[in-house]
Every structure is written in structure tokens, then in C-alpha cells.
């Protein structure tokens, strides 16, 4: 299924810069409210289809990815990871997309998490920061062991972006371009916290 192209260039989607983490302040009321909308719309449809949907869409757009994930794989390999007897029979390539799924898999369910708290807990503002903060960082943490490269980040964010908005157009649902910032502000507050201005960061 193809996405839908994004409104915004792609260079607007950057990690930032010595932001204050104060979310209750950076996100109004009404990107709340948008943020709200397309992830009812996700959680109505089918949020691991949403999840095939980037992965294969970033394969698409940067054959670089590819590598990057064998690698990945490998790495993980090294660290304890045990197989059957048989598995060295298994086609390597099945291997590695099925584990960059799954890896996809578990960052949308903690972006679910995210925004779950972000548009229906209500505490105080402190309270709802330092919550926030901990679910940044959850996502972060996914990350561990990997150096990540900022153009597979932008390249993902951007693939999250185009199929959220072909989600909305297939649900007859108006996606506008403060549904766009909105989204890239939440992509930017989450890849803060693991890309370093420099373009790559190993996470200890």
C-alpha cells in the first residue's frame, strides 16, 4: 500500500537542539487534540498493518537501511541471542526484515504508550512532565546498542508521516499541515533523545 507524499520537506524533520523537555508547554491543547485524532484512527484500524507499512516504505525509499539492519541483527547475534539447530538453514534475509518488524513493533507500542499519557492522564504539570520524560526515553532506549544514522531517522519519521496521512485520506479525514508539525514535533522530542547533533550516537 502505498503513502500518500508529505507536505513538508525533509529537511524540516531534525533532531533538536538544546530543547526544554517541558511538554505541557510545547504541545497546545489543540496539538494534543490532532495528535488525538489520526492515533484514534490508527488504534480503529490496525496498528501493526501501520507498523508494515513504515518499515516496508523506508526499504523502499533508502536500500542503505537494508545493510544497516543485517548489521544490526549481527550485532544482536553476539549479544546472547540463541537459535535452534535448524535456524542456520533459514534464509538470513527473512531473518533480518522479520527482526526489523518486530523492532518496529515495539517502538510504535511505546509511541502508543506516548501519546495515551499525552492526551487523556491529567496530573500536574511536574507530575505529566517527569511521566513524559520516562516514555522519551523508553523509546530511546529501544535504540540500545545501535549507532543511529540520521537519515534512516528522517527517513522513518518520514515514512510515519506519509502513511499516517494516507490513513486519514482512506478514512475520508482532512489531514492538515498543523496535523503535519504536530507530528514532526513529537518525532523531533523523540529523536532528541538519541542522535546527537553530529548525526550519530552510540547509546550507553
Known amino acids: 500500500m502505498g503513502c500518500a507524499p508529505s507536505i ?3 529537511t524540516a524533520i531534525k533532531p533538536a537542539e538544546h530543547m526544554e523537555t517541558n511538554h505541557n508547554r510545547i504541545f497546545t491543547i489543540d496539538e494534543r487534540l490532532k495528535l488525538k485524532e489520526v492515533w484514534v484512527l490508527v488504534k480503529q ?3 501493526k498493518k501501520l507498523g508494515e507499512d513504515i518499515v516496508a516504505r523506508a526499504l523502499e525509499k533508502n536500500s542503505s537501511l537494508i545493510s544497516y539492519w543485517q548489521n544490526a541483527l549481527i550485532i544482536d547475534q553476539r549479544n546472547n541471542l540463541t537459535f ?3 535456524d542456520s538453514m533459514l534464509d538470513t534475509d527473512l531473518i533480518w526484515k522479520q527482526w526489523y518488524k518486530q523492532h518496529g513493533y ?3 507500542d511505546k509511541i502508543d504508550q506516548l501519546i495515551m499519557i499525552m ?3 491529567v496530573t500536574t504539570p511536574n507530575s505529566n512532565d ?3 520524560d520516562e516514555y522519551f526515553h523508553r523509546i530511546a532506549e529501544k535504540h540500545v546498542q545501535y549507532k543511529i544514522k540520521q537519515d534512516h531517522v528522517d527517513i522513518i519519521c518520514e515514512c510515519f508521516i506519509d502513511c499516517l496521512k494516507n490513513l486519514m485520506y482512506q478514512n475520508r479525514n482532512e489531514w492538515t499541515i498543523k496535523h ?3 507530528w514532526i514535533k513529537l518525532f523531533t522530542l523523540i529523536t532528541n533523545q538519541f542522535i546527537s547533533p553530529t ?3 552510540t547509546i550507553s
Open 45 to 47: 484500524n490496525n496498528l
Open 119 to 121: 492526551v487523556t492522564r
Open 180 to 182: 503535519e508539525l504536530t
Open 199 to 201: 548525526s550519530t550516537k
Open 106 to 108: 515495539k517502538i510504535l
Open 130 to 132: 517527569s511521566i513524559l
Open 8 to 10: 513538508g520537506p525533509p
Open 84 to 86: 535452534a539447530e535448524n
